[in-house]
């Protein structure tokens, strides 16, 4: 099931290293994680440049390192994925 995405927000990837469970950023963002050999990569549906800011700093004080982030594009849905396993 997608979660509700806010009007305007974008859809961006965040490369990190490590393995991040998406439910700990839940409260934050729409977000799910599709977890590679290398880290996770997060896909997460943001309003702004502040919140974009917001959560690289959330995800830094988890104590991630941050490796790529980029837009993939403006008001798609995020689908949920508890799903750990490489793809």
């Not at 896909?43 to 980029?70: E, N």
């Amino acid at each position: 099931m997608a979660q509700r995405v806010e009007a305007g927000a974008m859809i961006y990837e965040i490369r990190v290293d490590g393995r991040l469970d998406p439910a700990r950023l839940a409260d934050y963002a729409a977000v799910t994680a599709r977890h590679q050999e290398a880290g996770t990569v997060l896909t997460c549906a943001i309003v702004d440049a502040s919140a974009l800011t917001g959560m690289i700093a959330l995800i830094a004080d988890l104590g991630l390192i941050v490796r790529d982030v980029h837009q993939v594009s403006a008001g798609a849905s995020v689908t949920p994925s508890s799903d750990s396993s490489p793809r």
